[in-house]
């Protein structure tokens, strides 16, 4: 009788367990879509409290290979996924979906901005990652040594950002100084520096951390405001994305509804980015 009464409670605790056991969504990736899905999740889970969202960061690429991997539902992603991505996983259904829009924009340090540095020129960003302009008083600006920042390889905002101003998402940066990873990292570099150009999401800048305009071959100076952002003619812009295994479902299907939806849709405008149905 007792070891009935213990094989009772043992199956009861299973039960309980089983029942009080939270879902889980397990998403990682591009810091750029990062504070979309960070805020939207925490938001979702309000009305779904018996589901974990977790969200972790580390680049584009972690969120693509995680996802191949198996470890992710959700990749966050803010540049294409590459045809060797795609040959890495043969397995995987690689299924992109865009919740919004965003430029990339070459960011200089408040100090070199105010000095009347307020656009460039592909080629001179290009010069300057190249090594072969060193000092932005060859630019017109102060006599001062430019900080070049770079990011890591992986990162889908580099992808972006070499594609057009090199037309090669893979080219180097012989004359970077530094080679950081998030936007935040970068932004904090920039904000402690005097001198330093980078690369950020528009959603980063702020008063101590300046967009520089592009001056095109025609002479046309096109700025990077979200005017320019939601009629493609900021040359440097891209699509956010999440991207699934196949099409989603159940719960990672729910939450992708509501990134799409009205409500989704205003946290990605309220993060700072342009929304898809503009």
Same mark, same amino acid.
């Given at each position: ?20 056991? %939270? ?27 018996? !589901? ?42 690689? %299924?992109?979906? +865009? ?6 924009? *070459? ?37 001062? @040594? ?7 390889? +992986? ?29 935040? @990292?970068? =932004?904090?570099?920039?904000? =402690? ?11 980063? !800048? ?41 099409? *989603? ?15 989704? =849709? ?13």
């Amino acid at each position: 009788m007792k070891n009935a009464y213990t094989l009772l409670t043992f199956l009861v605790c299973i039960i309980i367990t089983s029942c009080d056991k %939270k879902q889980a969504i397990n998403i990682a990736g591009s810091t750029t879509v990062l504070p979309i899905i960070s805020v939207a999740a925490e938001e979702f889970r309000k009305s779904n409290p018996k !589901l974990n969202i977790i969200v972790n960061e580390g680049g584009s690429g972690v969120g693509v290979n995680q996802l191949g991997e198996g470890k992710l539902d959700i990749g966050m992603v803010s540049r294409d996924i590459t045809s060797d991505e795609i040959a890495e996983y043969p397995e995987i259904n690689f %299924k992109p979906i +865009s919740i919004g829009k965003d430029a990339v924009v *070459p960011v200089i340090s408040s100090e070199i901005y105010n000095t009347g540095i307020t656009s460039l020129t592909l080629d001179e960003i290009a010069k300057i990652y190249r090594g072969e302009i060193q000092n932005w008083k060859e630019l017109g600006g102060p006599d001062k @040594e430019i900080l070049v920042i770079d990011k890591e390889a +992986s990162r889908g905002t580099r992808h972006v950002f070499m594609e057009i101003v090199f037309g090669n998402k893979n080219a180097e940066a012989n004359g970077a100084d530094l080679v950081l990873g998030s936007n935040n @990292e970068e =932004q904090t570099a920039i904000v =402690q520096s005097d001198a330093a150009i980078g690369m950020l999401s528009n959603a980063w !800048l702020n008063d101590d951390v300046k967009g520089l305009s592009i001056k095109m071959d025609t002479g046309e100076i096109i700025e990077p405001s979200i005017k320019n952002i939601i009629n493609n003619k900021f040359p440097i812009t891209r699509d956010l994305l999440i991207v699934t295994n196949g099409s *989603p479902k159940g719960s990672v299907k729910a939450f992708i509804d509501y990134l799409l939806s009205d409500e989704g =849709q205003k946290i990605v405008e309220d993060s700072g980015y342009v929304r898809i149905n503009q």
